[in-house]
């Protein structure tokens, strides 16, 4: 995985578990200005572990094992989702891209590569795709953030469609 040498350190020290993974939009225009912004520029106060670019390729933009700054108020919206802390609790992974822009098939797939990576990491079976999640789903209160779910009847990147896809035996793919 391609590490990016980044000067901004708005992240912190993990407090627990983590139990899952979150998916973002960054809300930028372009993989250059969101990687820009995310990882040199200091007025930026949000942080993600991962962004996955247009092409798939998936860039550190904190450390993996840090609490990266990216989900601000949430409560569990799934019972199975015990937290209290939800910026140490999940991965922060942005998809650079604005809310309700189409995600790439690369994007997609790197989406997918980079929750298998995670999945295996901290022994979390494949059939846990609960632990999934949107940062829409997440916020609190609800209806506060459009993240990855899209806005209306069709989903512009559902993470129901990143959990049917996520076991690597059922559903292989490639990397561009």
Not at 89 to 99: D, I, L, P
Not at 150 to 176: C, E, M
């Amino acid at each position: 995985m391609p590490a990016w040498t980044t000067s901004v350190t708005n992240w912190g020290r993990v407090r627990g578990k983590r139990c899952g993974v979150m998916l973002h939009y960054d809300d930028s225009t372009s993989d250059a200005s969101g990687i820009h912004w995310l990882t040199r520029d200091p007025r930026c106060h949000v942080s993600y572990n991962f962004a996955v670019r247009d092409n798939g390729v998936v860039v550190e933009v904190a450390p993996e094992e840090a609490r990266a700054y990216h989900a601000g108020v949430c409560h569990p919206s799934d019972p199975q989702l015990a937290y209290t802390d939800a910026n140490s609790a999940f991965y922060g992974v942005a998809v650079t891209a604005k809310a309700g822009d189409v995600v790439s098939e690369a994007q997609f797939a790197g989406i997918l590569t980079l929750c298998r990576r995670l999945f295996q990491k901290n022994g979390w079976p494949f059939t846990d795709a609960w632990r999934i999640t949107s940062h829409s789903r997440e916020a609190w209160p609800r209806g506060r953030k459009v993240d990855c779910e899209g806005q209306g009847a069709t989903p512009v990147l559902d993470p129901k469609r990143v959990q049917r896809q996520l076991d690597p035996l059922t559903a292989p793919i490639s990397i561009r």
